[in-house]
């Protein structure tokens, strides 16, 4: 188990402030944050590496808080080129095990071991220089693993990657995850990421905890403005509660007035997730939250659409490719778009 | 125009900058390899067997590389480890210490010397204490290796400290958390991916003090090494009795770092 009370710390310019957090033992949480918002600052301070200004840093129960990383049992993992280069693969999986001075025959075991769970038993006599992106970082859990550490930091590990390792990597972890049950904490600034892997997020913004929740809370609910844009709420209009009678909210935002299902008394922004909203050609049957309007932009995203429906402010639809396909839509085109009141986050 | 001017014409409006800057390289080029090149190859043969066989020319080769080689020894295990600290850690006037320590490349070495009179003289401070212990700094080879060591570290110290700096400090974080201690990471991890540059550093240093003359000579005209030796032969006894020593250095020198850079290349194939 991981946790942090009122921990803060000072590197150079950058501060991190007042960080609370708890992971439980087996868990996988993820700290997600734009470039620059102390994710990497936060994992190195677990892991022993910066001074902790104040606060406390608990690892099992144990305050850490000023012991060696060698004696934290927490092994880091960056997102890229940060195997031994001088040191042949074999010899990088081993590293954590040579130098606490364990028997050969001990070392041999662990390192068939772990080969058979990361598939690098050929890649064994290799230098990094010679792996590909997926298999570098295959090597670099390995390496990471096998001393058994408590606790497993991941920081970016795959934004170095291409899209196919990636997923072969992210499968990896989960799975491995799951079979060791070590507590893990993976940074990255990538939403999808965090929602595939997470049994927990952190969004941190400016050295800053702004939201932790389960995935989809993070995703539906999110606490503020910062959080909504930074998972793709994309549609977030800022306006006044103009009627209430619970849970029925009429939110008002530039004249138009949008339903909301909601218990929240006080809101600035009405955010509405661009995959929730259902865009037709015909006008449906006295729905509320029904608008007419035009297209104005179409980005072909591969899988998605992502559509820009003027209906005097503007909302991004996120479409499946084959219903895009089927409707036929161009700019210009006119459409109607609705959302269902329970579809619309208050903040 | 005949074709052949006019291709050169064009060749050279298109590659002006590398024309005109090839032009000066070559200049500089002639103007160190020249005079190092003709006094190798233009001394009397028979002079230089003779050198060669000279006791004294021999006993001040060989003691200056003897000294030399001290000198970067002790330059090394002092030098490396400051480097080290100057690559990873911020202080208080860093910048001003790494500035610093560069100063005896840019004194005259006849005033190091005497800098260095000052503090291992007899009658001075440090001098008065090694003294006391039967170490002399003056007409002695702990003379001629003070002397060298000061105005060569620098060389060891600049390159082992953009060694150090390329080594990424994520490596050492990841060998850290993977159990091992501070030293265990820097004789596992930081030296043996900055070695080559300590090295190169070393083998400045030992080819600076080998070529040093200024401040030896203030600290220690005897025993003589052999920079000391060139200049009193050519000031006793003129020009002929100097090119066969100064042509015997020439080659140790040239050889030595021939003999690196071979090392180096076969090193570098083999990474």
Known sequence: MIKLKNVQVKVGNFNLEQINLVVSKGEYTVILGPTGAGKTVLLESIAGLHNVYQGKILLDGKDVTNTVPEERGASIVYQDYTLFPHLTVKENIVFGLKVRHMARPKITEALESICGIFEIQLLLKRLPGTLSGGERQRVALAR??????????????LSALDAES????????KNTQQKLGITTLHVTHDFEEAMSLANNIVVINGGKIVQIGKPTEIFYHPSSEFVARFTMARNIFA??????????????????????????????HAVIRPEMIQVTLEKPMATPNTFPGTVKSIVDRGANILLTIDCLPE????????????MTLSTGKQVYINFLPSSVHLI | MPKFARKAGVFFIRHRLQVVFSIFSLLIILFVLFPLAKIVFLSDKTALWQSLKDITVIKSILLTLYAALITAVIGFILGVPFAFILARYDFPLKGVVDGLINLPIVVPHTAAGIALLFVFGRNFLLGKWFDSIGVHFVDSLAGIIIAMLFVSVPFLVNSARDGFRKVDVRLENVARTLGASPWQVFRRVTFP????????????????????????????YYPMVTSVLIYERFASYGLTQAVPIAAILIIICALIFIGFRLFLQRDKKRD
Request: with cysteine.
């Open chain 1, 144 to 157: 990471a693993l096998i001393t058994k550490p408590e606790i497993l930091l991941l920081d970016e590990p």
């Open chain 1, 239 to 268: 306006g006044k509660i103009v009627h209430q009678d619970a849970p029925r909210i009429i939110f008002q935002y530039n004249g138009i007035e949008i339903s909301v299902l909601s218990d929240k008394t006080a809101a600035q």
């Open chain 2, 193 to 220: 991916l900055a070695w080559r540059s300590i090295l190169a550093g070393t083998l400045m240093m030992f080819a600076r003090g080998i070529s040093e003359f200024g401040a030896v000579i203030i600290l220690t």
């Open chain 1, 315 to 326: 909302f991004e639809c996120l479409l499946p490719r084959k219903q895009f396909e089927n």
């Open chain 1, 166 to 173: 990636r997923e072969g990597v992210r499968s990896l972890l």
